[in-house]
């Protein structure tokens, strides 16, 4: 059972609405997001070993119901390494992408991507159904993180791509053929990822965003501990900006996210502030050191760096999310351990004051100079600095290792839940609903005083 602790008096902390074990321990790779049709989000969990599970809330029952998924051309002796969900485009279903290892304790283990995608009209996120209809593609090395892309196909249209790094040190994309349904194959066309080139090391996480100037900001982490930030030109294919910085351990998560969260309220926004689209902070955890947050790297690279106290004190820290959790329109930090802890973190700015001492006036002409001069000198005694940071201001304790998480809408009603996987299961944390209530009658309230009439 998990055990609740604070280190803030705010009250927004997650209770566990559900949880669903599996029959053998996941990984970090092997969790996704099912979006439905109606817009909410299915889970979907995959033990290494074993069936899939999906935990979608039945609104009729006002329940979670977990439901075992058997994905077709998976054999019995295989292992998951890794699976992903997208849509291919706005006008198809879900894809899933699944990445395993048959014969594992084989002298030649043999590497597979399987894909699956809807084969009938009315199935586009029939989970069931999508199982049942793949692609099976051999793979050459070893194959470690998957992701989604976009590419601009031969009809100058966006289309959904698959990525996946591997032990060659390289990422490899995977595109559907356009002439025959769900046959995929390598893409060999222009490289429409020029970020991962020349990479020292395995990926072991990548995290990409489109920005509105018609470019793409991508960061990934390595094995060795390397990071490097790019900004694409996506109209040319060509790498504008590079940054790069060298860790002491391993890479395990990268995450890029604007310090104003995409559902801040308009009762809560500044309209004569700059959109939060033009300022970037990316959070870099490792497995050995201390989980930092760069801020606004596409101005200043990797220069300026926040650490996350306390993050380093639970074993290895494998992932991290961003998210509003206490809804104030200003995103939070949520940082998974081995060790069994799940941490919140706040950006903070607080005043500091300190003392200036005071410089002697040389040859006052008059008196008046020199009383002139005596009041700036008392004034500049005190000279009062912002010292930001982030706070640990919140923390909750599991019964077993964390090794992956999402924030997402499970129950449909807009609001997120925080889904866990630790290596006992899947643990659904849901917000105080009665607190939930609570602020959105007083920004309803706020809204509505905005309407009166003013004099």
Known sequence: MALLQKTDPHSYFFHEAHFASLPHKSN???????????????????????????VEYMQSRGE???????????????????????????????????ILVKDYNAAKPTYCLNIYRPWESG?????????????TLELDS???????GFITNEKEDREG????????????????????PNRWIRYDGPDAFPEFHDLPSVILWFHSKNLDSNQRLTAMGCQDGYLRLCLVSLESNTVEKEWEFQHDSAITCVVLFTPESCQAPAVLRD?????????????????MEISVVYRNVLENGFTEQLLLEDSDKYDCTLCACVADIDWDGENEILIGTYGQELLAYKFK???????????????????????????????LR???????????????????????????????????????????????????LSIAAEVLLKRLMAKDEERQPKG
């Open 271 to 287: 309209g004569g502030s700059a959109s939060a689209e033009s300022q970037f902070h990316l959070v870099v955890t490792s497995a």
């Open 123 to 135: 199935s586009e996120f029939n989970v069931e159904s999508i199982s049942k209809n793949f692609c």
């Open 28 to 54: 970090v790779y092997l969790l996704a997001n099912l979006r439905t049709a109606s817009g909410y989000s299915k889970v979907l969990v995959a033990p290494i070993k074993g069936k899939a599970v999906t």
């Open 64 to 98: 979670f119901k977990p439901e075992e998924v058997e994905f077709a051309y998976i054999p019995d002796n295989a292992e998951l390494i890794a699976i992903h969900s997208f849509c291919k485009s706005k006008d198809e279903g879900l894809v899933i992408a699944v």
């Open 382 to 432: 005190t000279n009062t600095q912002i010292k930001s940071s982030y706070e640990l201001t919140w923390r909750r304790s599991f019964g077993h290792p964390l090794l992956t998480m999402q924030y997402m809408d499970v129950t449909g009603d807009g609001l997120c839940e925080l889904v866990v996987v630790s290596t006992k299961g899947i643990h659904i944390l849901q917000h105080n």
């Open 142 to 148: 070893i194959p470690y993180f998957i992701f989604s």
């Open 161 to 180: 791509v698959i990525l996946l790094s591997n032990s060659n040190n390289q990422v490899v994309v995977y595109r559907e053929d356009a002439e025959v």
């Open 349 to 379: 700015e607080t005043p500091e004051n300190s003392v200036v001492e005071p410089s002697t006036p040389e040859n006052p002409t008059n008196q008046q100079s020199a009383e002139e001069s005596t009041q700036d000198n008392e004034a």
